[in-house]
């Protein structure tokens, strides 16, 4: 690993130009978000920024930025995170085995989402809402 790692930074050039697909990657991402083709929750959008995260981080090879490291290593670890968090939820929806934990812990988070007042709307109370005890329904 260390040897590719050297070998890369005799080729500045090369780095700089995966950064800038980085930075691509980036833009591209964004404007496909605000101009409302893809969703931020969607997983094209993750693989977007994961990619994106990752191009950076191969160009800091040849010129260390702790900050920017940093940054781009969070994207990646968050992105992953956030990937397989839809891999674990999807495979819960077609399996009946699920892990009770986890299963009681997505069911916590679809409680909290739908308890969050939307704009001009008021709380509903908790006993509107259906049982804490039964199934989920995913």
Known sequence: MSDIILSLRQYPEVLQIIGVIGFSLYITAF?????????????????????????VLISLISAFNLAAFLIQASYVSLGLLGLSRRFVIHKLKHTNSEPEPLRQSFAAMRRQARQRPRTGQTAQPMAQHRSLTSSPQY
């Not at 931020?40 to 990752?54: E, K, R």
């Open 31 to 55: 404007t496909l978000l605000q101009t409302g083709r893809i969703c931020g929750n969607s997983i094209g959008y993750t693989c977007f920024v994961i990619s994106a995260a990752s191009c």
